[in-house]
């Protein structure tokens, strides 16, 4: 099977304090897609500028130090300049805490999961959860994970020992 890593975008709301989901219409969900779609290109144009320089520096060892130590500094930089909306990376399969899924990101992950499987994987999933009487949209898109991303993110039987050692 093909593993899905996965991007969340999570507007007006941190991602740990959802209480009610709510039904999103199809009109506010596209909504809701283009303005994630302008904040996760952002989020990963950022990373992936770094990543590569580290990448070309240091090899995987070089990209790997960069992941641990610096991605995340990205990610709030990149939150700060978001008006109301905050980007957040999650996976099912996290080594980053911060990457852990609450209950609504393991719902939509585990959903993924399931139709990947069947070979319907979405592209995207808009829900909405309700808090204090207000409604705040989530957006979630996954992640192909390629062979290239497992020489860190795959078996660590196969990759380099100087990978796992940071």
């Known amino acids: 099977m093909r593993k899905v890593l996965l991007t969340s975008l999570v507007i007006l709301l941190s991602s740990c304090f959802y209480s009610k989901e709510v039904k999103v219409s199809p009109e506010r969900a596209e909504k809701v897609k283009e303005v994630a779609t302008v904040a996760m290109s952002k989020l990963r144009g950022r990373l992936m500028k770094s990543f590569t320089s580290a990448l070309g520096k240091g090899g995987f060892v070089g990209a790997v130090t960069f992941c641990s ?98």
């Not at 500094?73 to 852990?100: F, M, S, W």
């Open 69 to 166: 130590e610096k991605a995340s500094e990205i990610e709030k930089e990149v939150n700060a300049e978001l008006d109301g909306i905050k980007v957040t990376r999650v996976a099912l399969k996290y080594r980053n805490p911060q990457h852990r899924p609450d209950d609504l990101d393991r719902k939509v992950l585990e959903f993924f999961e399931k139709r990947l499987k069947e070979g319907k994987l979405p592209p995207y999933y808009v829900t909405a959860v309700k808090k204090g009487g207000k409604v705040y949209y989530v957006y979630y898109q996954p992640i192909r994970v390629t062979p290239f991303c497992l020489n860190c993110h795959g078996d660590p039987a196969k990759m380099d020992r100087r990978v796992l050692e940071v």
